[in-house]
């Protein structure tokens, strides 16, 4: 599938600010299952800086934006060609061990619920895989859909007590219980193609990633009660939510920032 992408993020300031300096993972990754076509990156009145690729695969570059400014806008757009690999991130260059990925953080820390969760799949499930695709099926009963009912900052334990989230929650759960199991998982940042019926969530989209010894990396998307196909579009993974972030940076300044996000993927022509 050939999607077009448009993606624009906007930082308002109530007092101008004297700098900003943004770390951007705003690149499709390079794997088997996506080709770029165009991409570009532009942030408004900003000078870009240098740019890598990190242990993960990730592309990272930075940019600046000197003030007096009351406002950084952040521009990406292009096309990507996607392939359905059932969810394998095959053809990926990294470096980092799968084991790192057994590392808790604050937001994917498992308490006994989680741990409850994950122990009562494993007594039903034996195989690695089995038992991924079983714990995202868990998470995806156990923590309804519902835009606004958490937060940002919100972490896994959190979000299955409430039973209810949007897909960082899940996949912040599904990372959490994975772990409980030995199973190295982190975060993946990216888009998603949402069709008319709604059925598929918003374009700004997240999932995880489980390490089965004998596959490889394999995507569970469980807000979406999947893995990962043609529909998607892979940007870059971390720990959780706030290490895998699209954006970030800091600004100086005295004002209070606002934040603005609109996001569209569309099916393009070929």
């Known amino acids: 599938m050939r999607l077009s992408v448009s993606h624009r993020t906007t930082y308002c300031y109530d007092a101008p600010i004297r700098l900003a300096v943004q770390s951007l993972r705003l690149t499709p990754s390079v794997y088997d299952g996506q080709k770029v076509i165009d991409w570009q990156i532009a942030v408004e009145g900003g000078q870009q800086g240098a740019g890598f690729r990190d242990g993960a695969g990730d592309w990272i570059e930075s940019w ?12 990406v757009g292009g096309t990507v060609e996607t392939a359905d690999l059932t969810g394998l991130l095959t053809g990926h260059r990294e470096v980092v061990n799968p084991a790192v990925y057994l590392r ?5 820390r498992a308490d ?14 034996h195989e690695p895989l089995e038992r991924a695709h079983g714990l995202s099926g868990a998470v995806a009963e156990a923590i309804a859909y519902r ?10 334990a959190e979000a299955l007590a409430l039973g209810e989230g949007v897909c960082q929650d899940h996949a ?3 990372i959490a ?3 409980v199991l030995g199973l190295p998982a982190r975060y993946v940042s990216g888009y998603l193609f949402a069709t008319e019926d709604g059925t598929p969530h918003e374009a700004a989209h997240a999932w995880a990633e489980v390490w089965i010894k004998a596959l490889g990396w394999i995507g569970f998307d469980p807000a979406n009660r999947c893995c990962p196909d043609d529909r998607y579009v892979r940007l870059g993974s971390g720990f959780d939510a706030r290490d895998a972030a699209p954006i970030r940076g800091i600004a100086q300044g005295p004002g209070e920032e606002s934040l603005d996000v609109e996001v569209a993927v569309l099916q393009a022509q070929q």
């Open 104 to 108: 808790e953080t604050l937001a994917t």
């Open 112 to 125: 006994a619920a989680l741990t409850d969760l994950a122990r009562a799949v494993a007594d039903d499930a």
């Open 177 to 179: 219980a994975a772990r």
């Open 147 to 156: 835009p606004g009912a958490t937060e940002a900052h919100t972490t896994a």
């Open 172 to 174: 912040h759960a599904l």
């Open 64 to 75: 600046s934006v000197r003030g007096p400014a009351d406002h950084v806008t952040v521009t």
